[in-house]
Every structure is written in C-alpha cells, then in structure tokens.
C-alpha cells in the first residue's frame, strides 16, 4: 500500500484551480504532477482552464488514467473545462455541490481577483491554498490584498517566500508560508547513457551526432527571455573560434520561430549569422518528453538569460537530465545554481539581503554557469506598477560559453551529474515526488491550524498608510 494511503471515502477534496492538468502548459505540468503523487491522500476537483478551451461544458473523470501512475485502485480526480479559472458562481455551487475542504490555486494573482473578492465568504469555512510565485524585486506591495485573502502560501521559489513575508510584514504571522520548489518527473527527464541505440538515432536524425559543442535553449519566445541577446551570445563565442571548430558548435532553439510576444527569430538569426543554418537549429515542432529529454540529453548546456524569471522550469528540466545550466542571476534561477554564503550553505534571503543578481555571492554549484545582470532597469504596467528587469549583457554569456567549451566532454558530464544528484536529493527535491510531499505536508498543517474568518471585520481607514517598499532597494 502506498505510503500514507487513506481511502477514497476519507479523503478530504480539494478544488484546483488552474490550467487543465491534461495540457503541457508549465502551471498544467505542475498541477497534474502534485494531483498524481498525492491522489492518495486527497480527491482533486480540477477546474481547468484553457483559452476557448474544446471540452468546455463536459465533466471529465480521469480517475482510471491517475490509477495507473499511482499504484492505487480508488483515485477521485475529476476536470471541469472552462474558459478561465472560474468566477464566483461556479465556485459556489462546486463548494456545495462537491463538499469541497479547500481551495488550491497555481499561478499569477490577478487570474484570482474575483476570488479574492469573496474570501471573506469562503474562509468562514474553507482554507485557500496558494502556491504562488513572483519574478522580481521590488517587493509588490499591490499583492498585498492577494496574499492576506489566503491561508497558506507556498513560494516556489526562496525569493517568493521572503517577498510574501516582506509584503504580509506583521500580518505573516497568521499565515503558513512555506517553500516549495517546482519539481518534475524524473521518469520523464533523467540521464540517458552513450549506449542507448534510439537516442543515438534521434542525435543523427537530429543533425547532432557529431557536434563538438551544442547548446540548448527551451522556452517560450516571448521578449523577457532574451532569446535574441542569446542569439548574439552565441555569435559571440563562435567569433572566437576558428572556423573549422565554430562550424561544429550548434545552437538549438526549441520555441515558436515568430511571436507577437516576443519577435521574428528567423529575422534576427539573418541578421546574425546571414542565411546560413550551420550553426543554428530551430525546434518549431511539439515534441513528446521522450523526444525533449533526447535533446536535453544532446545538450552540452542549457541557457536562459530571462532578464525576470519566477524559476525556469528548463533549468529544472535539464538538471535532472545531468546537463549543466547556463542562467541569468534572477529570480528562481538563482535557486537552481545553489549559491554559497560565507558558512558554504545554500543562501537564504531577507530585507537586507533580498537577492543575489548584484553579485554579493559566487561560489556555487559546479553545474551552474551564472551570467549576472550589468543593468537592473524598473519596468512597469498598470496591474504591476513596477518591477525590476534584470538585464545581463550577451558578451558575458558568450564568456560562459566559452568556459564550458574548453572542457572536456568528460569535466561538462561530470559537473552536470554533480546537478543531477543534488536536484534529486533532499535539499533540493526539484522532483515531483518531493514537490508533493511538501505540498502534503502544508495542506496537512493548513488543516490541522485552519482558523475560519469572523464574518466581518472593522478597519479604521483614518490609520490608513502608504505601503512603503519593506526592504533596501540598493544592497
């Protein structure tokens, strides 16, 4: 039996709210991994949100499916489609209707105004559960009225939960707040050995059979991934080589080739290395994790200068295939290069210390190849008044590349094994089992420590003051 089963019948249930874990979309991939390592404990009610999503108005029961990846034989796991993540009818009636015990939501705050609207109602009763997550300083006090409407919040990132603490101030103290990385599944991604036959047809179908250097890029082309400074960093370290060597190094650009969020890649590929493709490889296509795990394991390393980033999952991704990681100091990123404080543990953050992009430490994981920002610029929008850009410059990426390229074969695999292990280990736990048993141990405090909200409450607005930013905005 697995280990603390309780029966279908006993279980409390809990509405996700989310995208439809059956898409790939990154919040999907999460939501679906923590359903199914943890459908033994709990009955998941998703409702899953896609855009005109093709199955809106069904009722689907995935329960058989979630049985054959958890071993059990009485999983309850239900995806109500929808267009969106609810509004505050729906989840009235699934309250009564599905006697839910708690409400969990992944992904950005303002998708969850319209429940926030309401907690009041719902918290009389029922914890809201957030595993929430945010890319960049300074702190966001206008998330403030979003991170008090929950009960438990679970930063995916160690920059998230100092920011919930920071933002929250004396009011943390009546929350749970814990850290709970992204995790995938290691059965998907894992280390691939040179004897595998198929992979080493995929390398030659591929073109990458005999590469001397390939490095991959996996995300989204949208324009605060930098694929374009990435592009140039390349161009860069080739400028360095001579010919003959420069030809066999490829970049692999796994993303859409034009997007109105991002640009025309194809342009800026002319506009770098000319109408030649010897050196650049464009991936358009979906591929199946089989496939995107080949190419991971391809990989000489894995780069993301995202200039903001709440923690990159293809960083995650290429961990637990033993790549070693090429990453701009922001965010979660910084997380998954493990920098080292002056004792050698694994740096926490504070109001004085909030992040690691000035450079204040260096010593970190042999497999992380850090470019740190030259520029930290504050953007802004309506919904996110400010927020600071992390902007690194190309030729200090092309610097990492180059760093990488004089090892050998040998030193890149090791440094990336060294990654493997320590993802897999306890202290990180970027994997999905680990990523659910966190996620089970807060929903289990969340319960065992829930307070149900008084039906109103005063506030004086004479006292009323400008939320100030709670930390130094230059360290």
């Not at 890029?217 to 080739?238: C, E, G, V, W």
């Not at 190309?394 to 060294?418: H, P, Q, T, V």
Request: aromatic share 12%; with cysteine; proline share 4%.
């Amino acid at each position: 039996m697995k280990e603390g089963y309780i029966p279908k019948e006993q279980r409390k249930r809990i509405l996700l709210l989310t995208d439809d874990i059956r898409f790939t979309s990154g919040v999907g991939n999460v939501g679906k991994e923590i359903v199914i390592n943890s459908a033994h404990r709990y009955n998941w009610y998703n409702v899953g949100a896609a855009v005109k999503h093709p199955d809106l108005g069904k009722i689907i029961d995935i329960s058989d499916d979630i049985n054959k990846h958890t071993g059990i034989d009485d999983a309850e796991v239900f995806i109500h489609p929808y267009n969106g993540y609810g509004d505050p009818m729906l989840v009235r009636n699934l309250m009564k209707q599905r006697q839910i015990d708690a409400i969990f939501l992944i992904t950005d705050p303002r998708y969850f105004a319209w429940l926030f609207q309401i907690e009041n109602e719902i918290r009389q009763h029922t914890p809201i559960i957030y595993l929430n997550i945010w890319d960049d300083y300074p702190a966001p006090m206008y998330n403030k009225g979003y991170y008090e409407s929950v009960d438990t919040l679970l930063g995916i990132s160690k920059q998230t939960v100092n920011i919930n603490k920071l933002v929250l101030g004396d009011k943390a103290k009546n929350k749970l707040i814990s850290y709970v990385p992204h995790g995938m599944n290691s059965s998907n991604f894992y280390p691939i050995t040179v004897e595998d036959l198929e992979f080493n047809s995929f390398k030659k179908q591929t073109n990458l059979e005999n590469k001397d250097f390939v490095l991959f890029f996996n995300s989204r082309n949208i324009r605060r991934k930098q694929i374009p400074d990435t592009m140039l960093a390349f161009k860069y370290f080739l400028d360095k080589l001579p010919k003959e060597k420069a030809d066999k190094c490829v970049l692999v650009l796994h993303t859409e080739m034009v997007s109105d969020a991002g640009t025309d890649l194809r342009a800026v590929s002319n506009m770098i290395f000319g109408e030649s493709t010897l050196n650049v490889i464009f991936s358009t296509t979906k591929l199946s994790q089989q496939h995107l795990n080949y190419l991971y394991n391809s990989a000489d390393a894995q780069i993301l200068l995202t200039s903001n980033e709440g923690w990159g999952l293809s960083l995650t991704e290429a961990l637990l295939t033993g790549t070693p990681i090429i990453a701009n100091v922001t965010g979660g990123m910084q997380d998954q290069m493990r920098f080292e404080d002056e004792n050698g543990n694994w740096i926490d953050f504070n109001a004085d210390f909030p992040s690691n992009h000035t450079g204040k430490y260096k010593n970190c994981g042999e497999w992380a190849f850090p470019v740190f920002p030259a520029a930290r610029t504050l953007k802004g929008s309506p919904p996110t008044p400010y927020i600071w850009d992390d902007v690194c410059r190309a030729e200090d990426a092309a610097d990492r590349i180059m760093e990488l390229y004089e090892m050998d074969s040998e030193e890149r695999k090791r440094r990336g094994m060294e990654g493997y292990k320590w993802a897999t280990g306890d202290e990180a736990g970027f994997t999905s089992k680990h990523m659910a048993n966190r996620v089970i141990d807060a929903v289990e405090e969340t319960f065992n420590t829930f307070q149900p909200r008084e039906k109103f409450e005063f506030i004086n607005t004479n006292e009323y003051q400008a939320d100030t930013t709670p930390h130094k905005l230059l360290y």
